[in-house]
């Protein structure tokens, strides 16, 4: 069973860069953790390569990662545009952890991951996804420690 801290990794920025840490965030575009990582830190393109990949996710309601560019697995919002909010939304955010369980053990197999469930501006159920992100992560055997970014205010 991992470690779990309610914290700011310290220099996570850094240690994304250099591929220690596996991070997850809400596909979510603008001055967000996602752009942030893909964009400032790891120099892709906004337009070309980010937003279409956060774009794709949302649209199909399906967890996507930047893998093997980056360790960045991005989570689908509830609701997007013409896709309507689930009916069970625990179910859908189980699903959508359950994909990034999939994708770190499959792919990016690191033993670290940070988790920013802040939506910034979208109103994404961050409570929820933090309780279900925990339940599903936790029984994930290749995982040692997860770190979850504090609630934005």
């Not at 545009?81 to 959508?96: G, Q």
């Amino acid at each position: 069973m991992p470690t779990v801290h309610d914290k700011e990794i310290e220099n996570w920025g850094d240690k994304f860069k250099a591929k220690e840490i596996h991070l997850v965030c809400v596909a979510t575009g603008g001055l967000t953790t996602c752009d942030c990582a893909a964009s400032t830190i790891g120099g892709m393109d906004q337009e070309r390569e980010v937003w279409p990949l956060t774009k794709k996710v949302n649209q199909t309601g399906e967890t996507g990662t930047f893998y093997p560019r980056f360790p960045l697995t991005v989570v689908p919002l509830l609701k997007w545009e013409d896709r309507p909010t689930p009916e069970d939304s625990d179910d859908f955010l189980a699903r959508s952890f359950q994909d990034v369980a999939k994708a770190n053990r499959d792919y990016i197999k690191l033993k670290t991951l940070y988790i920013d469930l802040n939506g910034w501006g979208s109103d994404y159920p961050f409570d929820d996804a933090r309780r279900i992100a925990e339940t599903v992560l936790a029984a994930e055997p290749s995982i040692e420690t997860i770190y979850f970014a504090p609630k934005a205010t």
